[in-house]
């Protein structure tokens, strides 16, 4: 895999963390679903606010991606 953050050293990655954006993942691996890929980008957000704010919010998000996966393969 490759790390979403980079740096030459502890300072560079946790700058890098504070200020850039990763790709997404769909971006570096087409077989990954954009809706997966935007989740993931979700759970990313710097701000706290917009990231999933629970277990449960995760889990059903999850779950709603896994089945329009699903409905997309049929």
């Known amino acids: 895999?490759?790390?979403p953050?980079?740096?030459k050293d502890v300072f560079g990655i946790l700058t890098s963390l504070a200020v850039d954006f990763p790709a997404p993942p769909h971006a570096?691996?087409?077989a990954i679903p954009e809706s997966l890929?935007?989740?993931i980008l979700k759970i990313?957000?710097?701000d706290a606010?917009?990231?999933p704010q629970?277990?449960?919010e995760i889990a059903e998000t999850l779950r709603q991606i896994e089945r329009?996966?699903?409905q997309r393969q049929v």
Request: hydrophobic residues 30%; charged residues 35%.
């Open 1 to 3: 895999g490759e790390r």
């Open 68 to 70: 329009g996966v699903q």
């Open 37 to 39: 890929s935007a989740f």
């Open 54 to 56: 629970s277990g449960d």
């Open 49 to 51: 606010a917009a990231r």
């Open 28 to 30: 570096k691996n087409p």
């Open 44 to 46: 990313l957000e710097k």
């Open 5 to 7: 953050f980079k740096g």
